[in-house]
């Protein structure tokens, strides 16, 4: 069942050209949706072989509650975002969605394969699909970020190329499952797992491999922008996590990874107070917020692990929801510019409450979601150094400052630009349904502990996951 | 695993909430006389003007050198390759570290 998920939004993708119809790639894309939703409901290890062919010799997607999760929110926040694109995106509408469900399609394949050969293929499918729709706008600005995005992109696909090489010349394998038994106290493995790392620090954001990031989110349509800042540098993470802990089985402290995200979230943080494109500080915000998941996950204990994941869902869900908010601004406004922009409070409020949800919830303020995450981060920190913890929520200070002089320059103060049209109910729900979660998990934060637990206890258990694709302990 | 709604976190919220209703009810039953929506500066008027974004927090971007580290983010493509580059020499050299 789980490979139509993936065949319908390829099959949608040559169709939607051809019949010109926005409703195939919706509807392909909440089809995908749906199945995911059943794998996730299903609650335990899927595997699909492909050809008939037992793992490690072919191809095989194994999809456990950590993935499960990561699917979910791909292809929730795709069919968000196609349905926010029906009255956003008003020309070329069938190549816009052509693209969407190619990056779908990548980020979905990406997020299930158990095979790292397979998992560079739809990486590069993503990545094309990426600077297309990077470029989509067609202005001087769009071609500019497109051009660096497909300058350094082949880049870190090289570096993630020579990584699998070096894997399969060491283990002569490709499936994820058969290189972790292989795994050895070498530092020619050492060096693969560098150039994987490397490779793949491209999309997650992590200084000094981010500096493409805020010239190349900021210029794509808004509902791209979203997808980008959230789910894009969000496989980007979880794919790191797949080869720290499943592939090469690293246990306990990694200063690496910690002393990188201290960098990241520091330095993202402090740029992003600067900014005066509405976009841009987002986008520096999603770097900030990278570096906190890093840190966590480098602390390598189980409450740490389990916070990076939370962080990694709550961000997901909060960039796609200020992303989508920006948006509507930009849509009224056709500016970007903080400085242009005020008084929006009065005339979008519902667009301003929900943005100001956002915006607390990343500042990580109670109750909402943000805040339940950098919590469970703040008390895994303490218990290795209080100087991570302290640091950590200096940050957070950090980031209550660029959030708030966003949402008072834009919302607040004397109105400077009319509003003639109405928002579109499809632009409005998307951003009302993600502002929403992020109240309800905030709230109940123990709902989706549970699945967070699950997932952390999934990624953790090498031996579990061998097994299961495997046979063998 | 995680005992999350620990009474400090409870407490945390609840004066959260009690705080926002608070100044709601405050800022409703609040009226000003309009001479008072005047803004006095040591006791002279002073002309009501927005804050751009490019002015706000002047200071804290001065304490934080913003613009230095901005400096680095030059928008030249030839910089970023070799930030990127570099990057990667750094993430082998702490992998080879291991």
Known sequence: MLEYAIAALLVAAFLTPVFK?????IAAIIFSFLILVAVFLQGQIVIVKFSGWAPPFGIAWVVDRFNALMGLLVTGMASLVAIYSTRYVRERKSRFYTLLCLMTAGLLGVTLTGDVFNMYVFFEILSIACYGLVAFNTDREAIEGALKYIVLGPLASSFILLGIAMLYGLTGTLNMADIATKIQPDIAFNVAFGFLV???????????????????????????????SSVVVGIGIYVIMRLVFTVFGFTGIMWMFIVLGIVTMVLGGIIAIAQTNI??????????????????????????????????????LVKSLLFLAAGIVIWHTGTKDMNQLGGLGKRLPLVAICFGIGSLSIIGL???NGFASK?????????????????????????????LKAFSCI?????????KEKTPKAMLAPVI?????????????????????QATNALLNQGQYITAVLGVG | MFEYWSQFILAFAGFFLLGLLIYLLGSRKTRFEEKKTDTYTCGEPFPVSDVGADNFYEAVKKNLHVDEIRKIHSGRLSDYLLWMVTGMVAVLIMVAML
Not at chain 1, 280 to 301: E, N
Not at chain 1, 433 to 453: D, K, R, W, Y
């Open chain 1, 21 to 25: 119809k926005d409703l195939i790639p």
């Open chain 1, 198 to 228: 490397g490779g793949f620090a491209l999309k997650s954001a992590i200084v000094p491999f981010h500096f493409w990031l805020p010239d190349v989110h900021p210029v794509a349509p808004s509902p791209i922008s979203a997808m980008l």
């Open chain 1, 279 to 316: 976009k841009r500080m987002i986008a520096y915000s999603t770097v900030s917020q990278s570096g906190y998941i890093f840190l966590a996950m480098g602390l390598g204990t189980n409450l740490g692990v389990a916070a990076a994941i939370f962080h990694l869902v709550n961000n997901i």
């Open chain 1, 366 to 368: 109670p109750p909402l």
């Open chain 1, 375 to 403: 919590w469970m981060i703040y008390m895994a920190t303490w218990d290795i150094s209080p100087v991570l913890t302290a640091i950590a929520v200096i940050v957070s200070g950090i980031t209550m400052i660029y959030y």
């Open chain 1, 411 to 419: 919302f607040m103060g004397s109105s400077r630009i009319q509003i």
């Open chain 1, 433 to 453: 349904i993600l502002a929403a979660i992020c109240v309800l998990i905030g709230f109940f934060p123990q709902t989706v502990l549970g699945v967070i637990e």
